[in-house]
């Protein structure tokens, strides 16, 4: 009987211990093309301080707090240089 036991357990521990790298807490890091993106954005809200929406022809991004929200890529888009959309009103 404990040699059942132990023949139940051993597969079941051998299992988990193969899972658990998979289900490890490591976060992706940015690949340099989504670096380079990140820049850019950055670079075009410092230089366009009074626009409030813009957009690259694949997303739309708002400005709330500081920092864009967009939404997600259309399918068949070809990216282009950030354009502002809606400037703020005076």
Request: charged share 15%; proline share 8%.
């Amino acid at each position: 009987m404990t040699r059942t036991i132990a023949g139940l357990i051993l597969p079941f521990l051998l299992a988990i211990s193969g899972i658990s790298p998979a289900l490890s807490a490591d976060t992706p890091q940015p690949t340099t093309q989504d670096q380079a993106q990140m820049e850019s954005m950055k670079e075009f809200i410092q230089a366009n301080p009074d626009c409030k929406e813009f957009t690259d022809q694949c997303s739309i991004c708002t400005l709330t707090n500081g920092k864009a929200e967009c939404s997600t890529p259309q399918i068949a888009c070809i990216k282009q240089a950030y354009q502002c959309s809606a400037p703020a009103s005076k």
